[in-house]
């Protein structure tokens, strides 16, 4: 069994591992929060690629009366997620691959979900098959279901799309310049050096958790604009943005 302080030591760890990519990473949570808050004090909500569970937590932090399903499909990140958070009121985590068809079926929503949310998850998933995340997600959401996906999301045209990386860029090096965190390769090596995390590491590997997704097109915010269309959502715009860190928002008719 992992430890709550073992756990939370490598949840802190991740979380700072996230923010060198993310400098405005609690500023996003935060304003996907308030876009949450928006609604009735006790929604249900589904977190998509929850990883260790960090958005699912500052949710129920805030809102407390919330039911929070939380997916992924690395079990050492649901492993930790579930040791730090244990018994906290409203969080339930799920072991399921989004790519699958039926993942909704596993989440046991108690009614259909008032939103669904996800950071830094779904530019992992392939363009032809975040058309069907999305459209078995709007069957999931009731009538008049938000979602939103904090996620660095590109534009087609180059220039803007260099201006808007450079501005990410920039705050990066502002805030890291004395004391840059550990990139992702480095935070893998050393979870995978722990010998607490041994069995999990292995399970990862037999899953392939840790496979390559970088390159593929959904990292292009038409990408996800178009898939959120097709899936039936017919409001779509950006909450929040810094450079291209996004907040998309989508609403249900
Ligand atoms: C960079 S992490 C972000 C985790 C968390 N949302 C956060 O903001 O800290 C990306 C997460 O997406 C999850 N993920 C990627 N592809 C997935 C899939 N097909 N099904 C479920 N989870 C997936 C990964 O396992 C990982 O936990």
């Known amino acids: 069994m992992l430890s709550h302080e073992h756990a939370h030591a490598w949840i802190e760890r991740w979380d700072r ?46 809102l407390p009366d919330a039911t929070v399903i939380a997916v992924d499909t690395d079990p050492l990140l649901l492993a930790l997620g579930r040791a730090e958070y244990d018994g906290l009121p409203g969080l339930r985590f799920v072991d399921r691959d989004l790519r699958v068809p039926g993942w909704t079926e596993a989440l046991g929503l108690p009614r259909p979900a008032d939103v669904a949310v996800s950071t830094t998850a779904l530019h992992w998933i392939p363009g032809d098959q975040l058309k069907n995340v999305y459209a078995e997600l709007a069957g999931a959401l009731r009538p008049g279901g ?49 010998p607490e ?49 996004r907040l998309l928002c989508a609403l249900l008719p």
């Open 17 to 62: 591992q996230q923010e060198g990519y993310l400098p405005d990473r609690e500023e996003r949570f935060t304003a996907l929060i308030d876009a949450v808050e928006t609604g009735r004090p006790d929604p249900v909500v589904i977190d998509l690629g929850c990883g260790p569970g960090s958005l699912s937590a500052r949710l129920l932090n805030r």
């Open 146 to 194: 938000m979602f939103l996906n904090g996620d660095h999301l590109a534009v087609a045209d180059a220039r803007l799309d260099a201006l808007e990386v450079a501005l990410g860029t920039r705050a990066a090096e502002r805030l890291f310049a004395a004391d840059p965190p550990e990139d992702w390769a480095s935070w893998w090596a050393a979870v995978a050096a722990d």
């Open 197 to 245: 995390l041994e069995a999990l590491n292995l399970d990862r590997d037999r899953r392939k958790a840790s496979a390559g997704h970088h390159g593929s097109e959904s990292g292009l915010l038409s990408t996800h604009v178009n898939a959120l269309r097709a899936a039936g959502f017919t409001e779509i715009g950006t909450l929040w943005q810094r450079g291209n860190d």
